[in-house]
């Protein structure tokens, strides 16, 4: 018996090894789950990033649409936050708020308080937890004593609120994406009180392909049938573990095949008053903004123009200075960039797939939903939904106690059994 204690205390010590060897995981000791949270369900939240809501049919996503009919959807599309960019629309899903109200307003922007920029592809800012508002799903189920696991999510890898999840990732979009996969699955084989409860999974190949080749291109045929097996292996994988675990998979945006050249402002209005990144403008005066202003809604550029106060409400874009001041509103799936490139350097022609519009305006833009689990009724088909109301849905299912946010519980109530809404 005293042999048979020490086998079992050594396979205990070596699971975890085990799936930190999957790979380069960083470990932040939260202590082990409490002890109420070990009883509780499981969720894996899947981005497949640049993944239109139409794609699962037009391009034959089997996996993902059995998930649909033993689980619930949004057959026509989920409606991502303006704008339809990558960070504002992975950090919203897991907060619950507008990019106006968390802060991550555009990929990159300008903070006036701060005089800072914030690059998403610049680790001192993105992985600066300062940047960011709201109480990341990770977050919140750290602090009520929920250990949770990010493998690559925006955001994930700052410390928001002084906390991280128990186990990340820096970010490494070359990493294998069955090895993703194995990793998940892994963190789940923990012993119960290091089990992450709460897991992100993040994958990039339709939106790379989308932004190279145009959202209906064969190459982007190939990036759906691709992330749909991991799909399918990700829910076998999790099936044969026999734990109470609710899959669901979204995406952040969709895309649309790009129309014409650049869209240039400092062609329309004297620009050199004003700071820009990408197509945001700040001004340091309002005599300056009123000026551009004044320029930009006298061209015809395919855009629309408001001071920051005016833009239209269902944006939910004119309540942070991080917007900048005018603001530039593409009308079509156009690019738009504030300069070109400095005298004498090389231009490039814009990506051919393009996203970041209005999904109400260009439904291209409508991201998808799809879960399944035992919290999950089966069959259920949703009417597009603004993707703020994601972050309740979650936390309901973890029965989590969850902040005040821009979604609500209701919208999505009817995807839920009778028993996960008690």
Same mark, same amino acid.
């Given at each position: +018996?005293?042999?048979?204690?020490? =086998?079992?205390?050594?396979?205990?010590?070596?699971?975890?090894?085990?799936?930190?060897?999957? /790979?380069?995981?960083?470990?932040?000791?939260?202590?082990?789950?409490? =002890?109420? &949270?070990?009883?509780?369900?499981?969720?894996? %939240?899947?981005?497949?990033?640049?993944?239109?809501?139409?794609?699962?049919?037009?391009?034959?996503?089997?996996?993902?649409?059995?998930?649909?009919?033993?689980?619930?959807?949004?057959?026509?599309?989920?409606?991502?936050?303006?704008?339809?960019?990558?960070? !504002?629309?992975?950090?919203?899903? *897991?907060?619950?708020?507008?990019?106006?109200?968390?802060?991550?307003?555009? +990929?990159?922007?300008?903070?006036? &308080?701060?005089?800072?920029?914030?690059?998403?592809?610049?680790?001192?800012?993105?992985?600066?937890?300062?940047?960011?508002?709201?109480?990341? %799903?990770?977050? %919140?189920?750290?602090?009520?004593?929920?250990?949770?696991?990010?493998?690559?999510?925006?955001?994930?890898?700052? /410390?928001?609120?002084? #906390?991280?999840?128990?186990?990340?990732?820096?970010?490494?979009?070359?990493?294998?994406?069955?090895?993703?996969?194995?990793?998940?699955?892994?963190?789940?084989?923990?012993?119960?009180?290091?089990?992450?409860?709460?897991?992100?999974?993040?994958?990039?190949?339709?939106?790379?392909?989308?932004?190279?080749?145009? !959202?209906?291109?064969?190459?982007? /045929?190939?990036?759906?049938?691709?992330?749909?097996? +991991?799909?399918?292996?990700?829910?076998?994988?999790?099936?044969?573990?026999?734990?109470?675990?609710?899959?669901?998979?979204?995406?952040?945006?969709?895309?649309?095949?790009?129309?014409?050249?650049?869209?240039?402002?400092? &062609?329309?209005?004297?620009?050199?008053?004003?700071?820009?990144?990408?197509?945001?403008?700040?001004?340091? /005066?309002?005599?300056?903004?009123?000026? #551009?202003?004044?320029? %930009?809604?006298?061209?015809?550029?395919?855009? +629309?123009?408001? @001071?920051?106060?005016?833009? !239209?409400?269902?944006?939910?874009?004119?309540?942070?200075?991080?917007?900048?001041?005018?603001?530039?509103?593409?009308?079509? !799936?156009?690019?738009?960039?504030?300069?070109?490139?400095?005298?004498?350097?090389?231009?490039?022609?814009?990506?051919?797939?393009?996203?970041?519009?209005?999904?109400?305006?260009?439904?291209?833009?409508?991201?998808?939903?799809?879960?399944?689990?035992?919290?999950? @009724?089966?069959? *259920?088909?949703?009417?597009?939904?603004?993707?703020?109301?994601?972050?309740?849905?979650?936390?309901?299912?973890?029965?989590?106690?969850?902040?005040?946010?821009?979604?609500?519980?209701?919208? =999505?109530?009817?995807?839920?059994?009778?028993?996960?809404?008690?």
């Amino acid at each position: +018996m005293k042999h048979l204690r020490l =086998l079992l205390s050594f396979l205990v010590l070596a699971l975890p090894a085990a799936a930190q060897q999957i /790979a380069p995981v960083i470990t932040v000791d939260h202590g082990p789950n409490a =002890l109420v &949270q070990e009883q509780k369900h499981y969720v894996v %939240l899947v981005s497949l990033d640049g993944f239109r809501y139409d794609y699962a049919k037009k391009y034959g996503a089997v996996h993902l649409l059995d998930l649909a009919r033993h689980g619930a959807s949004a057959p026509d599309g989920m409606l991502p936050s303006y704008p339809s960019l990558t960070f !504002p629309n992975h950090y919203t899903l *897991v907060t619950g708020l507008y990019p106006e109200h968390h802060g991550i307003v555009a +990929m990159s922007f300008y903070d006036p &308080q701060r005089q800072e920029r914030y690059a998403y592809n610049d680790p001192k800012s993105s992985t600066d937890g300062s940047w960011y508002g709201g109480t990341p %799903l990770w977050v %919140l189920a750290e602090q009520q004593g929920m250990r949770a696991a990010c493998f690559f999510w925006p955001g994930s890898e700052a /410390a928001i609120g002084g #906390v991280r999840p128990t186990y990340y990732l820096h970010f490494d979009d070359r990493f294998p994406d069955d090895k993703r996969i194995a990793q998940v699955l892994a963190w789940l084989k923990l012993p119960e009180d290091q089990r992450p409860h709460f897991i992100t999974l993040y994958f990039s190949n339709v939106d790379h392909a989308g932004h190279q080749y145009g !959202p209906d291109s064969p190459q982007v /045929a190939d990036a759906v049938k691709h992330v749909d097996e +991991m799909v399918g292996k990700l829910h076998e994988g999790l099936e044969a573990l026999h734990l109470p675990i609710d899959l669901i998979v979204v995406s952040d945006h969709g895309m649309a095949k790009r129309e014409g050249d650049w869209i240039t402002l400092d &062609q329309y209005a004297d620009l050199s008053h004003l700071i820009t990144v990408g197509s945001l403008l700040y001004a340091n /005066a309002d005599s300056d903004a009123e000026r #551009v202003y004044q320029k %930009l809604k006298a061209a015809d550029g395919k855009f +629309m123009v408001y @001071r920051r106060a005016h833009v !239209p409400a269902w944006l939910h874009y004119n309540d942070n200075p991080r917007i900048g001041d005018p603001v530039v509103v593409a009308e079509g !799936p156009y690019a738009i960039r504030a300069h070109g490139p400095p005298a004498g350097a090389e231009d490039h022609a814009p990506n051919l797939g393009v996203h970041g519009y209005d999904p109400r305006e260009m439904p291209e833009m409508k991201a998808i939903f799809y879960a399944s689990g035992p919290d999950i @009724r089966p069959g *259920v088909t949703l009417k597009p939904f603004e993707n703020v109301n994601v972050y309740p849905f979650i936390a309901k299912i973890l029965r989590l106690t969850a902040p005040p946010t821009d979604g609500s519980l209701n919208i =999505l109530s009817t995807a839920l059994t009778e028993a996960a809404l008690q």
